[in-house]
């Protein structure tokens, strides 16, 4: 589907006169959603608005990462991930470019093919993800996803879809979801937010759909300041204020910190937050050490599943234990290191502050996303096999 084909929530997107956009922008809900777009498999004989792909809003993709760690939770799915990384030293030789020559505005390279392997009672599903940071001086995106989905009998695949505004959005479900289990004790509370990417969009939406009543304002702060300004400019009619801030000077007077930057080193300090913030950590070295240790010692930790988190390596947490000859999933019984899918078995628990949330985003999530894909297509009781 090309971008003059999009139809989704941004009005920079519609081509329409200045009164038509005041009334689009007067009239429209926050949550338009994205389409799913199909690369293979199953057509509807009527494409809903005009494309042969399913629409999705950032609601239904919430509801479908609960029903994930849900279905994690009781055993009915599982998955796994494996990851290649190429050795940064062969980035010159494939660009013609000295590594220091190279504009990386200090993020991780994270250069890397996934893939990410998931199975629940029906299905099957496999996202493969190709990414470098190097890709943005190509004008390229920095990452692109790719869903396979297969009939678990046959395991023969039915559909295949482009995964990349999925993985946003299911990643940005996290932020709702961290404030149900870790809300502030404020009646309503502010969110800083270190990013301007597409989960930062999608974690500002989630978070504007179930919580907007609530929130006072989220301030967002950026490695480029154009960025979090046109990230403000994109969300200036939600329920609160988005706010770009160069400095971060208000991250002391938020309850509720989220990192989605794919930053190479550590955002802030630890006396730079709120003693009782909650810090929700979705890119990858971006908490420090000093924050780590306290909410080990005297807060609370919790990873959207601690294997993953381990396995996967690049997140600060697994640092910080890997610097000291330790592994997370070795540590997490003597911390209390929970996960996040077992969360609902215990709703009432009250938490220790300050609390860190790292998530890796697990494989499950984009299944029971392409799932709803499929189903939406096909009745459940059509026996299909296979796409093709």
Same mark, same amino acid.
């Given at each position: ?32 959603g ?40 009781t ?5 796994a ?68 989905l ?13 995964g ?22 404020? !009646?309503?509370?502010s =969110? %800083? ?5 597409? *989960?930062?969009? @999608?974690?500002?939406?989630?978070? &504007? ?18 960025g979090?300004?046109k ?20 991250l002391?007077?938020c ?33 420090p ?7 080990? !010692?005297?807060?609370? =930790? %919790? ?5 993953? *988190?381990?396995? @996967?390596?690049?997140?600060?947490? &697994? ?15 003597k911390?209390?290191?929970?996960n ?6 215990t709703?009432?628990v ?35 096999r296979s796409?093709?």
């Amino acid at each position: 589907m090309s971008t003059a084909d999009r139809t989704d929530y941004y009005p920079e997107n519609k081509k329409e006169s200045t009164l038509e956009n005041m009334f689009h922008e007067a009239s429209e809900p926050v949550d338009k959603g994205f389409l799913a777009d199909i690369i293979a498999g199953p057509r509807s004989k009527e494409p809903p608005l005009g494309h042969d792909n399913i629409p999705l809003t950032q609601s239904d993709v919430g509801d479908l990462v609960r029903d994930a760690l849900e279905a994690i939770s009781t055993g009915l799915a599982y998955g796994a991930k494996i990851a290649l990384q190429p050795d940064p030293a062969e980035l010159p030789r494939l660009t013609g470019e000295a590594v220091s020559m190279l504009d990386l505005r200090e993020q991780r390279l994270n250069w890397k093919l996934s893939a990410l392997v998931s199975i629940n009672e029906k299905y099957g599903a496999v996202k493969i993800v190709g990414s470098n940071a190097y890709n943005r001086n190509l004008g390229l995106p920095r990452s692109r996803s790719t869903i396979l989905l297969f009939d678990k009998l046959t395991m023969l695949p039915v559909m295949v879809l482009d995964g990349t505004e999925i993985s946003a959005a299911r990643t940005g479900a996290y932020a709702s979801i961290v404030a149900e289990h870790f809300p502030p004790d404020q !009646e309503t509370f502010s =969110v %800083f937010l270190f990013g301007a990417g597409k *989960v930062a969009e @999608r974690a500002i939406l989630d978070l &504007a759909i179930r919580h907007g009543h609530r929130i006072e304002r989220i301030y967002v702060k950026s490695h480029s300041s154009e960025g979090a300004e046109k990230l403000a400019a994109r969300f200036s009619r939600l329920p609160f204020k988005v706010i770009p801030s160069p400095h971060a000077s208000e991250l002391g007077t938020c309850a509720f910190v989220i990192t989605a930057s794919n930053a190479g080193k550590p955002l802030f300090d630890a006396s730079q937050l709120a003693d009782a913030a909650v810090v929700l950590h979705l890119g990858g070295l971006e908490s420090p050490d000093n924050f780590i240790r306290r909410a080990l !010692e005297v807060g609370t =930790v %919790f990873c959207d599943d601690t294997d993953a *988190v381990c396995h @996967r390596g690049s997140q600060s947490i &697994a640092h910080y234990f890997k610097s000291r000859g330790q592994l997370l999933s070795q540590e997490a019984p003597k911390y209390q290191i929970g996960n996040l899918w077992s969360l609902s078995r215990t709703p009432q628990v009250t938490y220790r502050r300050p609390a860190l949330i790292t998530c890796v985003g697990l494989p499950v999530l984009d299944l029971y996303v392409a799932q709803r894909v499929f189903e939406s297509l096909v009745p459940v009781s059509h026996e299909a096999r296979s796409a093709w």
